[in-house]
């Protein structure tokens, strides 16, 4: 599983509120992803990270923001969460020195 | 940005047969392919990948072919069974920058009939 956990796995919100989507790795990859899966859409990259403090918006980056304060850590923030948000979030990371990227487990995300 | 389009977006086979999908592609950058396998509930998988200066490679069951003047590249799955049912999306990747991002085609849906 490339030490890729996620958290929470699953969670329901109201729309309006702030949402915060945690990914953690353990082997001090450099660059992380976030994406989301819709039906009919397949993978979509939100934003993702190329080191500590760097960062940068996806192809749906709209809504949502990205912190890395840590090399271990990649959080999703989604600011005031709207019923599009509705989806499954994975985190990736990108094996060191190949192209290959891993995926987490996943969140699942309802805002009702 | 990239684009990839992938066909056919369902596939049904009876087991023991072939199957083949499909993504083409625009960016003739692109030089790293990746296929992924997803079981229903789980994470995207690699089964295997390809890079731009090689053809063809296989894996067991599985191969992946690329066509690099007509920018498509193929997955291959030979004497299907049922647990090779599942979605499978291609992807590609232009690694001459330094951003590393991955587009991905929308997916395909095989379902493998015992």
């Known amino acids: 599983d490339a030490g890729i956990t996620q958290s929470p796995r699953h969670k329901v919100t109201e729309t309006g509120t702030p949402v915060t989507l945690r990914c953690h790795q353990t082997?001090?990859?450099?660059?992380m992803y976030w994406y989301r899966q819709d039906p009919g859409h397949g993978l979509r990259l939100i934003h993702y990270?190329?080191?500590?403090?760097?960062?940068d918006k996806g192809e749906v980056s709209d809504g949502y923001s990205v912190s890395r304060s840590k090399t271990e850590d990649f959080l999703l923030t989604l600011e005031s969460a709207t019923s599009s948000q509705t989806s499954v979030y994975f985190c990736?990371?990108?094996?060191?020195?190949?192209?290959?990227?891993?995926f987490g487990p996943g969140t699942r995300l309802t805002v009702l | 940005g990239e684009n990839v389009e992938q066909h056919p977006s369902t596939l049904s086979v009876q087991e023991g047969d072939s199957a083949v999908i499909k993504c083409t592609y625009s960016?003739?950058?692109?030089?790293?392919f990746p296929w992924y396998k997803q079981e229903l509930g789980k994470r995207p998988q690699l089964i295997i990948d390809?890079?731009?200066?090689?053809g063809e490679k296989k894996d067991q069951r599985i191969a992946v072919t690329l066509n690099k003047t007509a920018k498509h590249f193929s997955l291959h799955i030979t004497e299907t069974q049922p647990e090779d049912s599942a979605v499978y999306f291609c992807?590609?990747?232009?690694?001459?920058?330094?951003?590393?991002?991955?587009?991905f085609g929308k997916g395909t849906l095989l379902t493998v009939n015992p």
């Open positions: 990270s190329y080191g500590v403090k760097d960062t």
């Open positions: 960016d003739s950058a692109s030089n790293y």
């Open positions: 390809i890079r731009s200066n090689v």
């Open positions: 990736a990371i990108r094996a060191g020195g190949y192209n290959e990227q891993f």
């Open positions: 992807g590609l990747e232009n690694s001459g920058g330094s951003n590393y991002k991955l587009t």
């Open positions: 082997e001090n990859h450099r660059y």
